[in-house]
């Protein structure tokens, strides 16, 4: 398999990925300059994930109805227009709406970018195109925050942005000739009815646990905003059995390795979603570090991450998806929960050493998920699948975020005490077990389920039964 490909769709991943959290350590510097309250200007961190959860259903239709590639290389455009749009910002106003715009185009790039890569790469060679995807996704969150903040310190908030240009257009460029063409084809028109019911359940359920966890409104604007995306979502799983062509195919879910793929994934990414908002938290709050030390110490995951790159292949090719996964959701739990009993006397040797294995095998898993999610579906369910995928990852997030700053409130609250190590012990403790039940859909996968992408493969005993063995 060629390497340019999923490394051009990689760094556009990386650079929307990052994008989500780059600017939560810079909210006073640019409070500031645009005469506002940091408090208020977290509307901002919303107004991103709102735009990605609004635009992701639609994405699949545009991919198929005008073509991967461009849909692609125009999300970009509009990624770099909202970037230089927030970097020249004077007001809440301006600076909120150019968060959104930059999601509009983040929103295509994440579910476009995986499903060129999907359609452009043979079967047997996915797990290996899809470990350059998972490394970025894990890795952005994770480096936005330590370099949002060396930016500000050192130069301007605004270099935040406006470095997505060069890589944006550069991104425009090679893509151009790296990518190949997806001729776009004749679909009937789009369900209008299924995007606007989609998109609010989604922007619903992700604004509000957004409001919940970040309280830049009042919480019960958030839990009322929860309530309306569910109703939203329950209509639209009622339209989508009558409607010919739904903008989501939820049919796909009677597939058994899509649905545990899917499940599995939200249920282990709940957890995941919580720990970069939990382990800065308190190693500044408890541990007393500063935000740029906290987050030169959480940074320790992506190495990590990268290692898994040459683990995954040869971890599926001879254990298969059932069992890598299970194993992984398990072990990457255990990592969870071990974040429970650092202490600010724990040596930060032993919190790097843990933080690198929690990396290796957070990705070792989202990296087998996301494979698994395309193993048996066809090509033209492809776009369907990657934006599926694509809104239950935000969603997942969202409530991970919630529940991890909903169980730091509640221990502060029943405590009658300040936010302490105790509050954090319970929130680790709960994401963690939340991401180990991530392992029960995969049990109920046959062995060789996805065995055409893993090359894993099962082969007869002397007494007739069959025995799991790598293909060769």
Known sequence: MKRTLPLVLAVALFMEQMDSTVIATSLPA?????????????????????????????????????????VFRTAIGVFVLGSVACAFSGSLGAFVLSRFLQGMGGAMMTPVGRLVLVRATPREQLVSAMAWLSVPALIGPIAGPPLGGFITTYFSWHWIFLINVPIGLAGILVSGRILPEFPGEERGRLDVTGFLLASMAASGVVFGLSVISLPALPPFVGVLTVLVGAAAGALYIRHARRAPDPVLALGLFSNRTFRSAIVGASLFRVGIGAVPFLLPLMFQVVFGLTPFESGLLTFASAFGAIAMKFVATTALRVAGFRHVLILAAI???????????????????VI????????????LFFTSSNALVFAEVDDRE????????????????????????????????????????????????????????AAVPFF?????????????????TADGEEQPQAAE
């Open 30 to 70: 640019i409070a500031a300059d645009i005469g506002t309250s940091p408090v208020t200007l977290k509307l901002a961190l919303t107004t991103y994930l709102v735009a990605l959860a609004i635009f992701i259903p639609i994405s699949g239709w545009m991919a198929d109805r005008f073509g991967a590639k461009r």
């Open 331 to 349: 072990l990457g739990a255990a990592t969870i929960a071990i974040n429970a009993f650092f202490t600010p006397s724990t040596p930060h040797a």
């Open 352 to 363: 790097v050493a843990v933080l690198i294995a929690s990396g290796l095998l957070r990705s």
């Open 382 to 437: 492809a776009s369907q699948a990657s934006t599926i995928a694509a809104a239950s990852q935000q969603i997942s997030i969202a409530i991970g975020v919630a529940v991890g700053g909903g169980v730091l409130e509640a221990t502060a609250f029943l405590t009658g005490t300040a936010l302490g190590l105790d509050a954090f012990v319970n929130a680790f403790l709960v994401v963690a077990t939340l991401s180990a039940l």
């Open 444 to 460: 109920m996968l046959p062995p060789e389920a996805g065995s055409r992408v893993s090359g894993h493969r099962r082969r007869p």
